[in-house]
T-cell receptor, first 114, second 115 residues
Framework: DAKTTQPPSMDCAEGRAANLPCNHSTISGNEYVYWYRQIHSQGPQYIIHGLKNNETNEMASLIITEDRKSSTLILPHATLRDTAVYYCIVRVAGLGGGADGLTFGKGTHLIIQP | DSGVTQTPKHLITATGQRVTLRCSPRSGDLSVYWYQQSLDQGLQFLIQYYNGEERAKGNILERFSAQQFPDLHSELNLSSLELGDSALYFC??????????????FGPGTRLTVL
């Protein structure tokens, strides 16, 4: 799986959009970008994933650059409960894609300020 | 609530002992994963089972083993415990295996303390 680079920490004001960047310059054509988050010592929680098109769900939006070398997770209206460590993970797609174990880096610690 | 349950929530034991952690996946999920989260190593994938068969191994020590039973629940066995095995152990489940387009649902974890 491709390596990802994320800033170690970020602050965001409550009610504002939180934009979390991720670099994955060695991503392959068959690799998806996944985002998970972990709220203090709880189990990680899936947020969103995408291959090359922008994606949106009830939690967040995922913007992937055209060359797929980087992406941004957007939490449109951050609340205090969004304070967590956010992990950007790149994984091989497709049936028979090998082991499914997720490789977590250090992630970005997002702190929402009141 | 992810639908994945883990027992016990907390476990305190001594060095050299053996413990068993239990995981029940979400209803309908065939794949179970085990992860370890320690302060120095971060969140690491240990092992994956799919429909009762071992599918993949990550950074799992030889002292650790796992199995998945016919009812799809899984157990992680940790033996000859060392102080460094103190960690949070998470179980996750997913519907399928071997596909990238496949989110994992994590349980609340078991906190193991080895004294």
């Amino acid at each position: 799986d491709a390596k990802t680079t994320q800033p170690p920490s970020m602050d965001c004001a409550e009610g504002r959009a939180a934009n979390l960047p991720c670099n994955h310059s060695t991503i392959s054509g068959n690799e998806y970008v996944y985002w998970y988050r972990q709220i203090h010592s709880q189990g990680p929680q899936y947020i969103i994933h995408g291959l090359k098109n922008n994606e949106t769900n009830e939690m967040a939006s995922l913007i992937i650059t055209e060359d797929r070398k980087s992406s941004t997770l957007i939490l449109p209206h951050a609340t205090l409960r969004d304070t967590a460590v956010y992990y950007c993970i790149v994984r091989v797609a497709g049936l028979g894609g090998g082991a499914d174990g997720l490789t977590f880096g250090k992630g970005t610690h997002l702190i929402i300020q009141p | 609530d992810s639908g994945v349950t883990q027992t016990p929530k907390h476990l305190i034991t001594a060095t050299g002992q053996r413990v068993t952690l239990r995981c029940s996946p979400r209803s309908g999920d065939l794949s179970v994963y085990w992860y370890q989260q320690s302060l120095d190593q971060g969140l690491q994938f240990l092992i994956q089972y799919y429909n009762g068969e071992e599918r993949a191994k990550g950074n799992i020590l030889e002292r650790f083993s796992a199995q998945q039973f016919p009812d799809l629940h899984s157990e992680l066995n940790l033996s000859s415990l060392e102080l460094g095995d103190s960690a949070l152990y998470f179980c996750a489940s997913s519907v399928l295996a071997g596909t990238g387009n496949n989110e994992q649902f994590f349980g609340p974890g078991t906190r193991l303390t080895v004294l």
